[in-house]
């Protein structure tokens, strides 16, 4: 099993599958003024953020931190639409699995969390409950000064945008965006994202203006990894 469909970052996963668990460890990319203890109480409290906020999240089974990582052991609750089989024949098979993450997008925003909604950053049971199950980073305005007070001056706007898009009304055409980081091709369902985002009244732009910003996040996110810039 390719475990790098369970999550956008390439962080040391393991996957029991006869205990139901899946262990993640994590590792700072940047020399940020911040230690692995420290990130951790962040990523702790980030998690009670989304618990207060009713955004389904794996039981966290255990975690802990030392000086070079961070490791949470969390229940396996189920795979992202990828590993689903999420393909051009089947991409309005999953329109409600779009819009039930759509929904966790906007607990997001209306209680003004910063949230990464690339879709592997979803998964789905047996019985098709859906959980978000990405802690790292834990993006706040204090991670984002301490990233770019050591950015190159040339690095400074791409990661300033990069941080804004995990946050507010830029969520929605975000998601959307990266639907392309996954195929392409997806760029022709982007209409029906979008009506599923304005069922939910949680965009106001029209459609080109909501694709526009979608591929310009995208564009900005490419650009970031191609330029091999990491937020932390």
Do not use: Q, W
Not at 117 to 140: A, M, W
Not at 160 to 188: R, T
């Amino acid at each position: 099993m390719d475990l790098s469909s369970f999550s956008v970052f390439s962080n040391d996963i393991a996957l029991d599958t006869e205990k139901g668990i899946i262990t993640k460890t994590y590792s700072l990319n940047v020399d940020v003024d911040i230690s692995h203890h420290e990130l951790k109480k962040l990523m702790d409290d980030y998690i009670l953020s989304m618990r207060k906020a009713n955004i389904n999240i794996p039981k966290v089974i255990d975690s802990s931190s030392d000086e070079h990582s961070i490791t949470y052991v969390c229940e396996f609750c189920g795979r992202n639409i990828v590993e689903i089989g999420l393909t051009m024949d089947t991409f309005l098979n999953f329109k409600i699995h779009i819009k039930r993450m759509l929904e966790m997008v906007s607990l997001a925003m209306k209680n003004r969390l910063y949230f990464d909604p690339h879709p592997k950053n979803f998964v789905f049971d047996k019985n098709d409950n859906i959980y978000y199950v990405d802690f790292f980073p834990p993006y706040t305005k204090e991670l984002k000064e301490k990233r770019l007070a050591i950015a190159k001056e040339s690095e400074k706007k791409i990661i300033s945008d990069n941080y804004d898009y995990f946050h507010d009304n830029f969520l929605p055409p975000h998601f959307c965006g990266d639907f392309l980081n996954i195929n392409p091709k997806f760029e022709i369902f982007f209409s029906e994202i979008y009506n599923e985002a304005s069922n939910l009244e949680i965009v106001s732009d029209s459609l080109e203006e909501f694709i526009a910003v979608a591929k310009s996040i995208r564009r900005t996110e490419d650009l970031r990894i191609e330029r091999k810039i990491d937020l932390l």
